[in-house]
């Protein structure tokens, strides 16, 4: 994603492993796998994170367009069950025992308008899929798994807001910097910056995706939320994002669609 890429251009490539940790690269942690103490004493730790209304547009939209785990259990799950069915007309049992369900509610409420999702009858869809029990708290469910310990302790240096993303990623490359990280400065403002290198501008594009990653996949997050959908997910368990983990934690969000201030810092800008 434009995390990575920013990172990359700005540090270096990935360490090979835990134990090279170096200024000069990064480990990646994927998602549900939360660092702890020992990772944030060697490592500068950045998380990332976005308001929980425009994620789960994000989600769905990404679950349309035939990508994701959500999309991945209901192409799975649908496959299975036609297979399970033409069986079953020939008297056959399911291949290995297999125990074959029919694909989750929530299959049926993906977004059928590509490329935006953003017709009326897609906004029904997703306002049905916001509160399919599986899907409910499911933003919260990911961030708990990617960045709470047993303890339920956190263990991130700064965040990088996805709405505020040039911003906050830069913000975080100073503090790591501030703490003897070396920034590739002239790398990152060459990315950033380039012009009629197609490497480079492939590469300037994904990291400027990052300041708007809805522009082009679904429509704005207002379209998709009214009063009772945007309560349910504030009133929710979503609702721990906006309460428990703001302020000096890293971020803070305004409500449903709304956008957010990190790290208390103005735009930053490149040195």
């Not at 299975?80 to 029919?102: F, H, I, N, T």
Request: charge should be positive.
């Amino acid at each position: 994603g434009s995390i990575l890429v920013a990172l990359e251009a700005a540090i270096g490539a990935p360490c090979s492993n835990w134990s090279v940790a170096s200024p000069s690269c990064f480990m990646y942690v994927r998602e549900n796998n939360a660092s702890d103490a020992e990772a944030q004493r060697d490592f500068f730790v950045v998380g990332s994170v976005r308001e929980p209304c425009d994620h789960y547009v994000s989600l769905w939209a990404y679950g349309s367009a035939g990508f994701g785990g959500f999309s991945q259990r209901c192409n799975n799950s649908s496959e299975d069950w036609r297979r399970a069915k033409r069986r079953a007309k020939l008297g056959k049992p399911p291949r290995l025992a297999l125990k074959v369900g029919k694909p989750p509610a929530s299959c049926s409420f993906l977004g059928t308008s590509p490329p935006r999702y953003d017709a009326r009858a897609d906004v029904e869809r997703f306002r049905r899929w916001i509160r399919d029990p599986k899907v409910h708290g499911a933003i919260y469910r990911r961030f708990a798994k990617s960045y709470l310990d047993p303890a339920g302790e956190m263990h991130v240096d700064c965040w990088i807001v996805i709405d505020r993303f040039i911003p906050t990623l830069m913000s975080c490359l100073h503090a790591f910097e501030v703490q003897g990280g070396v920034v590739q400065w002239k790398r990152l403002r060459r990315i950033l910056y380039a012009k009629g290198q197609p490497q480079s501008t492939k590469q300037a594009v994904r990291v400027k995706a990052g300041a708007d990653l809805r522009s082009s996949h679904h429509g704005p997050c207002s379209l998709y939320f009214n009063n009772n959908t945007a309560h349910a997910i504030q009133s929710g368990p979503d609702s721990l994002l906006y309460r428990d983990f703001s302020g000096p934690t890293g971020f803070e969000f305004s409500g449903c669609c709304g956008s957010s201030s990190t790290n208390g810092s103005k735009d930053a800008h490149l040195d």
